[in-house]
């Protein structure tokens, strides 16, 4: 209500924008659902169907969820910033420019001369990873020349034989990489290395392949990369390779394309744009109360965990407790006269008649800032990512949390939608990525980011053992759209685990907020309750749909669940979830067995 303190014309206004997003949010949670499914059989299709429906997925995509109809929203938005013409990204329709050539054939000469010499080979990769430059062949032997290097791509693929690759000079190869950026590295210097096994089954695939063969095989992942910046032709032959493997019928949009480039490559300034634009200024403190709310539940049900002892569950306790959050936006990229802003910028000299050149300076530059920060004092304060970006993140390195502008927008996050909806979307969300820091790779690291084992022994067997549940379970789903294919429970148990985690403390803070606040009042035109709203909600933001070709890839290479499953594994294991939709034991939703880890 309005009170004396409240200047009337202004408290209308605000109140019945306030009615009317929630009548919009009330109109989109009924267009989203089919009431004619059973939610305790099929969740996904009760909270889904509606929305799967309506929505068929663009000729220009391999798929289409709610994520995607934001991104779609969010381009439109800096599309009317001006961004088109940021870069001047006109696309190529024309052979290349001579200087495009000539840069094209400067990276064949250098493979040429890498068949030279073993030394000389070392130090030209090296050149090619830091500078990240392209080049063509264009000779009658392409095709077999291609032949060879799918052969050695797919070898590389399905190494399976142990050895090591001793005949490569690492540290001499790590040297040349940094001396773009005048850094030395001393022979006896410690170098962290991911992927051991990878690298001791390398050396037979490589072995068995000519160093012409491999080096075409770099120059085509250098190639394939910079597509989208060459001409025409190349951009028909990628279609026809996109359609075939993914299903996609069209290329995007070109004004799509140079918006998504430009705020890759220049993020903070297109985040300025964006936040400026969209993002009301009381969603940092409200998100940011969210998190404690939620952090507090993950140290909670930490008493409920029989499998883990004491020891263990302080470290936990230290762990959760030392997240560091990132909201919004960096506040500096909002400042007037930025000069900040502005040196990040400063080496980039951009033509408007040259979009092939503008990408191989984003590439260097980008490639050099990366390498520099060796010798850099680590800024605990530098955004992983831009604000413009619909998603959320967890880094392990730095124990942090980032939930960038993008991603807090209806319907995971508005000052206007009820509660139960906001602790069901983006409440989910930050528990997801929270319990990222404790799932299979996550729990390798300590509170600082350092990578260390913290678990005792009893703690880290049980943990294996609560695992061993969580895969099985997901690795039981078939998908018919990949052809009746089983979901990998390995390669997608990380996130899985922060899936179950995050709905479980999300929706047990929304019942403590409950307590302290009071109940809101019901949605207008729903007979659900809030506790069922909390659910529906979280499932929703899980809308969306595949194509056949896209799914058959994902499920041997993504690391998330398909999205239905994401819904039913979670909302399975969760017994509140049951009792807020009267699940009787034994039903789909409501299995005897249940996963728990966090």
Not at 30 to 51: L, R
Not at 180 to 207: C, D, F, Q, T, W
Not at 293 to 322: C, H, N, P, Y
Not at 508 to 531: C, F, I, M, S
């Amino acid at each position: 209500p309005c009170s004396k303190t409240h200047w009337l014309p202004f408290c209308f206004q605000s109140q019945f924008k306030g009615l009317a997003l929630a009548l919009g949010g009330t109109a989109r949670i009924i267009q989203n659902m089919d009431p004619t499914a059973e939610p305790c059989q099929n969740f996904y299709q009760y909270a889904c169907g509606g929305w799967l429906s309506r929505h068929v997925i663009p000729e220009t995509s391999s798929r289409y969820n709610i994520f995607d109809t934001l991104r779609d929203e969010l381009e439109i938005i800096l599309k009317g910033e001006g961004l088109f013409s940021v870069l001047s990204c006109y696309l190529p329709t024309s052979p290349l420019s001579a200087r495009s050539v000539h840069q094209l054939s400067m990276l064949q000469s250098w493979t040429q001369i890498m068949m030279e010499a073993y030394f000389q080979y070392m130090v030209l990769i090296a050149k090619m990873i830091r500078e990240d430059m392209n080049m063509s062949k264009d000779d009658n032997f392409v095709q077999e020349e291609m032949r060879k290097v799918m052969e050695f791509e797919t070898d590389v693929a399905n190494v399976s034989t142990a050895f090591f690759w001793k005949g490569f000079n690492w540290t001499l190869f790590i040297q040349n990489v940094m001396s773009s950026v005048n850094i030395e590295i001393s022979p006896n210097e410690e170098v962290v290395v991911h992927g051991m096994p990878y690298l001791r089954e390398l050396k037979a695939v490589v072995a068995s392949y000519s160093a012409s063969t491999i080096q075409n095989y770099l120059v085509w992942r250098l190639v394939l990369d910079r597509v989208s910046g060459l001409s025409r032709r190349f951009k028909e032959a990628r279609a026809n390779y996109r359609k075939a493997l993914y299903g996609m019928m069209l290329e995007e949009a070109r004004w799509r394309e140079c918006v998504s480039y430009v705020n890759t490559n220049m993020e903070n300034a297109v985040g300025a744009l964006y936040v400026r634009e969209t993002f009301a200024g009381k969603s940092k403190s409200m998100v940011r109360d969210l998190i404690e709310k939620i952090r507090e539940v993950f140290i909670e049900t930490l008493d409920e965990l029989q499998w883990m002892d004491e020891a263990s569950k302080g470290k936990a306790r230290e762990k959760v407790t030392a997240i560091r959050e990132q909201i919004g936006y960096p506040d500096y990229i909002l400042e007037g006269q930025n000069e900040k802003l502005d040196r990040e910028y400063t080496n980039l000299n951009f033509s408007e008649h040259e979009y092939f050149q503008n990408i191989l300076q984003n590439l260097q530059h980008g490639a050099q800032k990366s390498l520099r920060k060796l010798r850099e004092k680590v800024d605990q304060d530098l955004w992983l990512i831009g604000a413009a970006v619909v998603n959320a993140f967890y880094s392990p390195n730095r124990n942090q949390i980032v939930f960038p502008a993008g991603i807090l927008q209806p319907p995971f996050f508005s000052k206007h939608q009820p509660q139960a909806l906001n602790f069901g979307g983006i409440g989910m969300v930050i528990g997801h990525e929270i319990t990222h820091g404790f799932d299979d790779n996550g729990r390798n690291f300590d509170k600082e980011g350092n990578m260390f084992d913290w678990w005792s022994n009893f703690s880290a067997t049980h943990f294996k053992e609560q695992s061993r549940c969580m895969i099985y379970q997901y690795g039981n789903y078939t998908w018919e759209l990949a052809g009746g294919q089983n979901v990998s429970g390995i390669n997608t148990l990380g996130e899985n685990i922060a899936d179950n985690g995050g709905v479980r403390q999300a929706y047990k803070a929304y019942l403590k907020w409950v307590a302290k606040e009071g109940q809101e009042p019901r949605l207008p035109g729903l007979d659900l309750t809030h506790n069922q709203l909390f659910f529906l909600n979280f499932a929703q933001v899980w809308c969306g749909s595949y194509r056949p070709e896209y799914a058959s890839q994902s499920i041997k290479t993504d690391v998330h669940s398909p999205l239905k499953y994401r819904v039913m594994g979670s909302l399975q294991n969760f017994e509140a979830f049951s009792e807020v939709f009267h699940c009787k034991k034994g039903t789909a939703m409501h299995p005897t067995e249940k996963c728990r880890i966090w």
